[in-house]
């Protein structure tokens, strides 16, 4: 039994107990969040997709940890023209534990 759910612009696969890494959620560790963007449930061999989200299913999530990617470099370099420019980019992330999923 899986599901896919849209946060952050983005679209994630998920097993209750499975930890997934979102884009970061103004939440304290520890609280619980309710996703409601929910695109595709299957069950065995029934599968519900939604049109555009599916608001029979109930996805809750406990909220584990907050952090920041490793960081990345970003350098725009044009030759013979003295421009050189480096900058760095760190992404925050939220790491959420799925508890439950439930069809209601």
């Known amino acids: 039994m899986y599901a896919i759910i849209k946060n952050g ?3 994630y696969q998920v097993n209750e107990g ?5 884009e970061k ?18 069950n065995n061999s029934n599968v519900q997709i939604g ?7 109930k996805i809750i999530g406990n ?8 960081k990345i470099n970003i350098i725009k370099f044009n ?8 900058q760095g980019h760190r992404q925050y992330f939220t ?9 209601i």
């Not at 499975?18 to 979102?22: D, G």
């Not at 909220?63 to 490793?70: A, P, S, V, W």
């Not at 790491?95 to 069809?103: A, G, L, M, P, R």
């Open 18 to 22: 499975k930890t997934v890494r979102l």
């Open 79 to 86: 030759r013979r023209k003295h421009y050189k420019k480096k």
């Open 25 to 42: 959620i103004n939440l304290p560790t520890g609280k619980n969040i309710e996703f409601n963007k929910i695109l595709i449930f299957v």
């Open 95 to 103: 790491d959420v534990k799925i508890t439950s999923i439930n069809s």
């Open 51 to 57: 049109n555009p989200t599916l608001s029979n299913i």
């Open 9 to 11: 612009g983005k679209q």
């Open 63 to 70: 909220i584990t940890n907050h952090g920041r990617h490793k």
